[in-house]
Nanobody, 119 residues
Framework: QVHLVESGGGLVQAGDSTRLSCVASGSIYGFNIMGWYRQAPGNQRELVAT???????NYGDSVKGRFSISRDNAGNTVVLTMNSLKPEDAGVYFC?????????????WGPGTQVTVSS
């Protein structure tokens, strides 16, 4: 089993930067993808950024060029650096770990952390 512990979030000003961290623990073996998804009020959950254990990244279109994702601590920690924040970046951010691309792969979610962007 895998569990994800999120940290970061809170209130930030538009144009500022902040960081979210997620630490995965448990039985993590082989190929895996860690990352962040977010859900704003009234919207569906959307991709923010993911990174594989091999370092390949994928970003949602709305955050490309502004956000950056990285892994450390033997790949068990993922850090999302969020720059040039916009009000539309606000929402609940969920850490995710997936063991494959297939929908049949194991999929784990953190509890979510709130990011509020003030104008």
């Amino acid at each position: 089993q895998v569990h994800l512990v999120e940290s970061g979030g809170g209130l930030v000003q538009a144009g500022d930067s902040t960081r979210l961290s997620c630490v995965a623990s448990g039985s993590i073996y082989g190929f895996n993808i860690m990352g962040w998804y977010r859900q704003a009020p009234g919207n569906q959950r959307e991709l923010v950024a993911t990174i594989t254990n091999g370092g390949r990244t994928n970003y949602g279109d709305s955050v490309k060029g502004r956000f950056s994702i990285s892994r450390d601590n033997a790949g068990n920690t993922v850090v999302l650096t969020m720059n040039s924040l916009k009000p539309e970046d606000a929402g609940v951010y969920f850490c995710n770990l997936r063991t494959g691309i297939s929908v049949e792969a194991s999929n784990y979610w953190g509890p979510g952390t709130q990011v509020t962007v003030s104008s």
